[in-house]
Nanobody, 115 residues
Framework: VQLVESGGGLVQPGGSLRLSCAASGFSFSSYAMSWYRRAPGKERELVARIGSVGDWMHYGDSVKGRFTISRDNARKMVYLQMNSLKPEDTAVYYC?????????WGQGTQVIVSS
């Protein structure tokens, strides 16, 4: 199993970024996929989750209306479009899925929102 995030970086407040997660080594289209984040000094937070075929999405309260999760099962990719970014969105963002009691994580991609 491999999850590889990309697309992070430094962006000004109000800006946008699109994160990508490339998945391999498992039946991607069978699993819901999630984006989490961990800000410095804070607990890990669920940002967004998408159903296995993209038929439902769930968002954390702090990102509703600003972030959009999507997936491409043919390419085994999951995306997080982040708009209207705020300094409090600064965090390491992780792609994840769970199989039973086992959770799998990527290495994370850093997002810094600062002027």
């Amino acid at each position: 199993v491999q999850l590889v995030e990309s697309g992070g970086g430094l962006v000004q407040p109000g800006g946008s970024l699109r994160l990508s997660c490339a998945a391999s080594g498992f039946s991607f289209s069978s699993y819901a996929m999630s984006w989490y984040r961990r800000a410095p000094g804070k607990e890990r937070e669920l940002v967004a989750r998408i159903g296995s075929v993209g038929d439902w999405m769930h968002y954390g309260d702090s990102v509703k209306g600003r972030f959009t999760i999507s997936r491409d099962n043919a390419r085994k990719m999951v995306y997080l479009q982040m708009n209207s970014l705020k300094p409090e969105d600064t965090a390491v963002y992780y792609c994840s899925f769970s199989f039973g009691a086992q959770s799998y994580w990527g290495q994370g991609t850093q997002v810094i929102v600062s002027s």
